[in-house]
């Protein structure tokens, strides 16, 4: 089996800062996620020109609220720390993800996500955009 680069630097870093490779035996590294499409099958786009600039988010949304359409301009993933969220896009393609979870979100694609539990949903995001691009564009601000 093809073991991700990460698994190997992880390991490495891991081996060179402890005492004995008997710290070793309880970690583990687990892939989430490795893709080149979003949840509903679109292949992920080219990565823009410009200054790289990484954005995490922890977005918390109560039971029962939705967030306002929007679309994202750049490449995101994110994992469903709490509760559970279903995701839908205008052509009513849906997603839904509980606790654990992870989701490639659509770019350039309008969508929102509603909270379908009884508890807050919990969801930490990871965009890898350009200085000066905004990650998110709400469907009213055009």
């Excluded at 190997?8 to 583990?28: E, M, P, V």
């Excluded at 200054?51 to 918390?60: D, K, S």
């Excluded at 993933?77 to 849906?94: A, D, H, P, R, Y």
Aim: proline letters at 6%; hydrophobic letters at 35%; glycine letters at 8%.
């Amino acid at each position: 089996m093809k073991r991700p680069v990460l698994y190997f630097i992880l390991t490495a870093l891991l081996a060179t800062s402890c005492a004995s490779r008997k710290n070793l035996q309880n970690i583990t590294v687990e892939p989430l996620v490795k893709t080149t499409q979003s949840w509903n099958g679109d292949e992920l786009p080219h990565y823009g020109d410009g200054t790289p600039e990484v954005t995490v988010l922890r977005i918390t949304i109560p039971p029962g609220a939705s967030l306002k359409p929007h679309k994202h301009l750049c490449i995101n993933v994110g994992i469903l720390t709490k509760g559970e969220l279903t995701v839908m896009t205008e052509t009513n393609q849906s997603l839904h993800i509980t606790e654990g979870e992870s989701i490639v979100e659509l770019v350039n694609t309008w969508h929102y996500g509603k909270n379908t539990g009884r508890k807050p949903a919990e969801i930490v995001v990871f965009y890898a955009g350009t200085v000066d691009q905004p990650i998110t564009v709400l469907k009213d601000d055009n």
